[in-house]
């Protein structure tokens, strides 16, 4: 498998923010954004080739309580199966986060999904169409979102692009809005603390969620943080 890091942290973003947690980055994504604050797991793919009993043995040895398996796009993984059963076996809370256009059977128990907007298409002309056909896979939504314990966290980069959320909720059914949440899309704490702002009054209004993102405000988005 190839594995761009892993290392232990807090969880920066969603319901179990500040929990410690191992993050296992998987190297490898079928999206670009232009946005991506891990782009050696995308533009530029980098990491090291681990077999599932060496990750195991890294997860056995972590007092974490939670394992947090990421990306880049974990869902592409061939042994993302086995490895979340190994870790669901060793008594690890998983998190899954995806951009929800691929699906496997694998065990977690909490599916966060980020789809990907119109805000996240690249310029670049080799991905531009492919990020735009590929962003969006209602199949996979639907399926995740019937099987699993999912959250909705959206990338929101102007104020606009908290119609295209509702846009996009509603090409599915009863969706609770308590499960979907706003993050703001920041690289620096100086891009976080001024879109949070705004975004925190929006996601009120609309009785969304507002996420914030640890990992940046305390370590600036330091790899492997």
């Not at 296992?24 to 999206?31: A, E, M, P, Q």
């Not at 190994?86 to 966060?112: F, H, N, S, W, Y």
């Not at 314990?149 to 846009?167: G, H, T």
Request: proline residues 7%; negative net charge; glycine residues 4%.
């Amino acid at each position: 498998m190839q594995i761009a890091e892993i290392f232990e942290s807090i969880q920066g973003e969603g319901p179990w923010a500040g929990t410690q947690s191992l993050f296992i980055r998987t190297s490898g994504c079928n999206l670009r954004c232009w946005f991506c604050d891990t782009p050696y797991t995308s533009w530029k793919p980098e990491g090291s080739a681990l077999s599932l009993d060496e990750l195991s043995w890294r997860v056995a040895d972590c007092t974490a309580p939670d394992v947090v398996l990421t990306g880049g796009e974990p869902m592409l993984l061939p042994d993302l199966v086995p490895l979340a059963q190994r870790c669901r076996e060793l008594g690890k809370r998983i998190t899954i986060e995806t951009a929800g256009t691929i699906d496997q059977p694998v065990v977690c128990d909490l599916m966060a999904i980020s789809p990907k907007l119109s805000n996240s298409v690249p310029d670049d002309p080799a991905w531009h169409d492919r990020h735009e056909r590929a962003r969006f896979r209602p199949d996979v939504i639907r399926s995740l979102l019937l099987r699993y314990k999912c959250i909705l966290k959206f990338v929101i980069d102007q104020p606009q692009d908290v119609d295209e959320v509702r846009a996009w909720l509603s090409n599915f059914s009863q969706i609770d809005p308590g499960i979907v949440w706003l993050m703001p899309q920041a690289r620096t704490r100086e891009e976080l603390a001024e879109r949070s702002v705004w975004l925190q009054k929006i996601t009120t209004e609309h009785s969304f969620r507002f996420s914030s993102r640890l990992h940046i405000e305390l370590f600036d988005n330091a790899r492997g943080k």
